[in-house]
Structure formats: C-alpha cells, structure tokens
C-alpha cells in the first residue's frame, strides 16, 4: 500500500514541537528582517554604530588584503613594462620634455600668485592634513558607491573632510569610528561636487552614476561648450572642497553638459589624504559646519 501523500509528525510530541519552533523561529526571523529593513530605510544612520564596529574588526585584514593588492599589481605592472619598454620609453621622453616646459610656467605662475598674495594679504593655499590612510575596501557592483579608510576619530578625522589621492578627488567622510571611516565617493548617485572648467572655468555640477562615471551638468545652459578631454576640477563653492582638485575628464557629451570619467579610481588608489574643509581651514566654523553635511547625503 502507498504511503499517504501528506506527511505528518505522527503522535511524536518531539517531532511536533521541533516542527512548530523550527515555522516559529523562521516567522520570527522573517519579522525581525523585515523591522531592520523598515528601520534601514526610515533612518539610515541607525546601524551607523555597528557598521563602524565591523569596519574596525575588519580593518587590519583588509589593510594587509589592500597591501597584497598593490605588491601584486606592480609585479604585472613590471613584467608588462619590460615588453613594452621601448616605444614607452620613446614616448616618455616627449612628455618628459614638454612637462618641464609647462613645469617652468606652472612654477612662474606660482610664484606671481605668491607674490599677489602677500601684497593682497590673503591668505594662503597650504592646508595640513589631516590624516593619511591606506584604502582598503571599496564597493565595485553595487548601486551606492562607498570605500573604507583605515582612520577615524583616533587620528582626527570627522564626517564631511574631503578624501583625495594623487590624482585628484576620492570623495568624502560619510561615518566615522574609532580606526576607520566610511568615504562617499564621488561617483555615488547622491554625491554632488561643484566644479569648473580647469582651462576658463566654466562652472558646473558633477554628479555620481553609481556606475563609475560622473554626469556634468553646465549651470549655464545654452551652447554646450564642452569637448572631449576637457578636465575639470572643484570650484571651492559651498565651503567644502578646496578649489583645485582634480575631478574628472569629459568623455561623452550630453545636451546640458557631458558624461566624464573621474581622475582618481579608488580601485587603483592605495593611499588617500583626509583634509579639513575648505571653510574652515580658512577659519569659518560656521559655514564649514554646514559644509560638513550638505543635503541629499546619507
């Protein structure tokens, strides 16, 4: 005779409990994911503490994960150089030759704004980092992009300094712990950075994708002026960014401005400098403490 095709624990009250605590335990996990998803949403700044206590146990392995990285990467990077070594070689000394021409005029313009300056008596460009610190984590697929620095409220650091590299703009602090912090890149989709034109200054917003790239959009509308290759750094508006920072380079244009890839990729930068904001290195605590958070960030 077939067995019944509704299977039940029989008279076991064993059976009979474990199956009513095992639906029991999985309606009430259900519940509690659904209650931290709401809280999530409503609040994203709730679980901010926790976050931050993961990110420093995790801090240490994913600096040494961050150092392997980079040994690894200059090894390729050495065995492709040997091959290529020639017509790069070539190619190197041209640019070395027309750098030192453009080094020489950069240096005799920065030597007059100096000069123009002290008679002016405005205040400097030095700013002091700071912190210094190795990035060891940052998000590749997913829609909000974010990274991990290796310093947090120990070494000084506070939500809203800008985070640069070598190259030009990583973004800013978003969260903060005690040995490490959370950066909001730039390419974030709720990122917003003013910027201008490196060459005449055209003025515009450089706005995250959240796909790697960066949307410009000019403030003056009308005649796009834009061409590929244009770079584009911060303008210093709204007391955050220090002007000067490398941004972006157009790609693609648009109808009210271009679609530019950023300078400074996080996947490629190792070291990053945490700054104080512009405001307030230039000794306004009010407007820096409101360029810490600006709107539309989380």
């Given amino acids: 005779m077939a067995p019944p095709s509704n299977r039940r624990s029989g008279f076991s009250k064993r059976a009979q409990y474990s199956s009513f605590f095992a639906y029991l335990a ?3 996990g259900a519940l509690v994911g659904a209650a ?8 994203p700044g709730a679980f901010s503490g926790l976050r931050g206590v993961a990110a420093d146990a995790a801090a240490p392995a994913g600096r040494a994960v961050a150092a392997g990285r980079g040994e690894s ?24 030759e027309l750098t030192r021409v453009k080094l020489a005029e950069a240096k005799a313009l920065a030597d007059e704004n100096r000069r123009l300056k002290a008679l002016l008596g405005l205040p400097g460009d030095e700013v002091r980092p700071i912190a210094t610190a190795r990035l060891i984590a940052s998000t590749a697929s997913s829609t909000r992009r974010m ?9 000084g650091v506070r939500p809203g300094m800008p985070v640069r590299s070598a190259l030009g703009l990583v973004g800013r602090v978003l ?4 040995n490490s912090s959370r950066v909001l890149l730039v390419t974030d989709s709720e990122s917003m950075v003013p910027v201008r034109r490196a060459i005449d ?7 995250g994708r959240g796909d790697g790239t960066l949307q410009l ?25 220090r002007p000067g920072f490398a941004v972006a380079v157009v790609q693609t244009l648009t109808p009210d401005g271009a679609i ?15 700054e104080p904001a512009f405001a307030a290195s230039l000794g306004m605590p009010d407007a820096a403490a409101g360029a810490a958070a600006p709107p539309g960030g989380r």
């Avoid at 990077?77 to 070395?96: D, Q």
């Avoid at 200054?201 to 706005?207: H, N």
């Avoid at 530019?260 to 996080?266: C, E, G, K, T, Y």
Wanted: glycine fraction near 16%; avoid cysteine.
């Fill in 73 to 96: 990467s200059s090894i390729f990077g050495a065995i492709g150089g040997f091959f290529m070594s020639g017509s790069r070689n070539a190619a190197l000394e041209r640019e070395a």
């Fill in 201 to 207: 200054g055209v003025a515009a917003f450089a706005q």
């Fill in 175 to 178: 969260e903060v712990s005690g």
């Fill in 36 to 43: 931290v998803l709401v809280v999530s949403l409503v609040n």
């Fill in 147 to 155: 990274a991990t620095i290796s310093a947090g409220g120990n070494q």
């Fill in 217 to 241: 959009r000019l403030i003056n509308l009308g005649l796009n002026p834009l061409k590929p290759g244009d770079v584009f750094v911060t303008s210093g508006s709204g007391g955050l960014y």
């Fill in 26 to 28: 999985g309606i009430g």
């Fill in 260 to 274: 530019a890839r950023i300078l400074s990729d996080p996947s490629s930068s190792e070291f990053v400098v945490i």
